[in-house]
């Protein structure tokens, strides 16, 4: 066959693909063509402060990259807005040509299109303002910051924000689902401490949100995620911070029922909203162990809170009088950087000693179970907060929680793994898994079988009523009268 043959063939193929793809209900080949023209045409009107890239560019593999790698998709493009008048002239671009899309804030969602697509990719990586303003005491902070940024610039001003626990967590994703913090049984959930939002609305039109201005956005956003536009900047109040005490600790199996017999006391009995800690169970290489995190608002810890987890027999011990930024990167929760993973989660209302053992049981059970995978990584993060923790704001002043009736604790399931044949086995595990430990509650008592589920831990799966609660039809209200042609619906994650 002469070359000249072999391209006529070749283009020939081409077309009938691109035929069959026009009469393909998917129309995957279709949509990323359209795509394609979107990405171009917001190249063309986009000002200079905002850039699109194209696969085969290091911004465009940093934009898609995900905390957890199965969270990545490859976008037909990226584009990382530099203002939000770009924002809105990409939203308007997309919305018009019907074209699908992600917002990226960390990328740590681990549900797959959360914040991936194979349209068009917005990366949210140029808003990066850290402001602290200390005559209103807050800080403003744009939409492409992880938490370590932010902790970075605020505790130099001896001020703190309420925000993530572990290093490397988005500040978009975790405010517009909740946020449980460190501080949270001191200062309530992130949601509880937003004073305003920058937003650019689902027909391109920027504006500030606060209570005053918009009660209705501003309930929708403290919990709503992406489903009324693009959030460029965070407002949050800010509280002073000086040094804490804590870090990590890691036990092996042997000790197990001692760390749980503290974890269920501490559960129970702290009455220090200064105090603060994550038990972590989990399976690895064969074994279940623990990694625990102590936390204190304070340069010392008091007699007392902490002795008995102080008293058990350590793997490994980094407890110390250091930075809220320190302790923050303590944690070793990116090992697992870049390997898939998948949430999930069960609302909690009492960490009893009999719940931590099914939680134990479940560890090893899965572990085992789970073990053909050589990456396989199983975990529970045990989060008892103070009974008062939804006491900072009210119920219809925020989405998340649906109601703040319960003082319901998260539970977070943590799986992560190597390789793409296992998605399915470990999402059905994690969600058997789920089932189980939720069973063990009810049957002890806790009134939980109908409650609320904190969405930035709960699978793609989780039906929306179970996130949004009785509070779901007035979001529904709200989505219409700002979003009446479901922009937002373009890009995943729960849409209301
Ligand atoms: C290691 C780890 C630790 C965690 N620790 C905590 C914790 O301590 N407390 C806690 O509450 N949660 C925690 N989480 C859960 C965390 O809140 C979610 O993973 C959250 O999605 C992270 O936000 P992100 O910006 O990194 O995510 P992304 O994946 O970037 O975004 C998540 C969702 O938010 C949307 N979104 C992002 N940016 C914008 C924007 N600017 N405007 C509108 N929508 C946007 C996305 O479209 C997507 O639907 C943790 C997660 C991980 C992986
Ligand atoms: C993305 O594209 C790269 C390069 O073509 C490929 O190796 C990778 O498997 C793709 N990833 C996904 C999730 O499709
Ligand atoms: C937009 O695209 C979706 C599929 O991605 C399709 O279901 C919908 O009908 C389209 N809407 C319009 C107005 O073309
Ligand atoms: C903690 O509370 C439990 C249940 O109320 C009680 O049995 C236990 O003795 C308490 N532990 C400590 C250390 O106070
Ligand atoms: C993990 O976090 C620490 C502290 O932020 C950082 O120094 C390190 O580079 C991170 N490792 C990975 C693999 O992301
Ligand atoms: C441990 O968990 C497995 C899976 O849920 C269950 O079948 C088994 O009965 C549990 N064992 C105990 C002792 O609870
Ligand atoms: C965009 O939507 C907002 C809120 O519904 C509205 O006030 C504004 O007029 C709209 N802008 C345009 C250009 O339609």
């Known amino acids: 066959m002469s070359i000249k043959l072999a391209v006529a063939t070749a283009f020939v193929a081409f077309l009938s693909a691109l035929a069959a793809s026009a009469l393909n209900t ?270 204190y608002d304070g340069d010392t810890q008091p007699d007392g809170i902490f002795d008995e987890f102080l008293a058990i027999s350590y793997f490994t011990k980094d407890i110390q009088t250091r930075s809220f930024s320190s302790l923050v990167q303590a944690s070793p929760s990116n090992i697992t950087t870049g390997t898939r993973g998948i949430f999930n989660t069960v609302p909690i209302l009492e960490y009893s000693p009999e719940l931590l053992d099914t939680i134990v049981n479940e560890t090893t059970y899965w572990g085992t179970q789970l073990s053909w995978d050589s990456g396989s990584f199983i975990s529970y993060d045990v989060e008892p907060f103070r009974p008062n923790l939804l006491s900072y704001g009210s119920t219809n002043t925020a989405a998340y929680p649906p109601s703040r009736a319960q003082p319901l604790l998260p539970l977070n399931l943590y799986y992560a793994y190597s390789l793409p044949a296992s998605d399915e086995a470990f999402w059905d595990a994690i969600q058997q898994s789920a089932e189980n430990i939720k069973a063990k509650a009810v049957s002890l008592g806790q009134d939980v079988a109908n409650a609320p589920m904190y969405g930035n831990y709960a699978i793609f799966s989780t039906p929306l009523e179970s996130i949004f609660g009785d509070q779901l039809g007035r979001l529904q209200s709200i989505k219409q009268q700002y979003d009446p042609d479901n922009v937002m619906g373009l890009a995943g994650g729960w849409k209301i």
């Open 26 to 295: 998917e129309g995957s080949l279709e949509d990323s063509l359209d795509a394609n023209s979107a990405c171009s045409r917001i190249q063309a009107t986009i000002s200079s402060a905002s850039t699109v890239y194209w696969p085969g560019t290091v911004h465009y593999l940093e934009d898609i990259e995900h905390w957890a790698s199965s969270s990545t998709q490859n976008s037909t493009c990226s584009v990382e807005p530099g203002t939000a008048q770009d924002v809105g002239t990409i939203l308007q671009i997309l919305g018009s040509t019907n074209t699908s899309f992600a917002v990226k804030g960390g990328g740590h969602a681990t549900n797959l299109g959360f914040s991936s697509t194979t349209g068009v990719h917005i990366s949210m990586i140029k808003f990066s303002e850290v402001t602290y303003d200390p005559d209103s005491s807050t800080a403003t902070i744009g939409a492409g910051n992880v938490w370590d940024s932010v902790y970075e610039v605020l505790e130099e001003q001896g001020v703190m924000v309420v925000g993530g626990r572990v290093t490397g967590v988005g500040v978009a994703g975790f405010t517009l689902g909740g946020g449980y913090s460190w501080l949270t049984n001191q200062h309530g959930l992130t949601v509880d401490t937003v004073v305003a939002f920058e937003l650019v609305l689902p027909n391109g039109t920027v504006t500030t949100v606060t209570q005053d201005s918009n009660p209705d956005l501003m309930f929708a956003l403290k919990g709503g995620y992406n489903n009324f536009g693009i959030v460029t900047t965070f407002t949050l109040q800010t509280f002073p911070q000086g040094q804490v005490w804590g870090g990590l600790l890691t036990f092996t199996e042997n000790v197990i029922p001692q760390v749980t017999a503290a974890a269920a006391n501490f559960a129970a009995n702290v009455t220090d909203p200064k105090a603060a800690i994550i038990t972590t169970y989990n399976f690895l290489l064969g074994e279940p162990g623990v990694s625990q995190i102590l936390f």
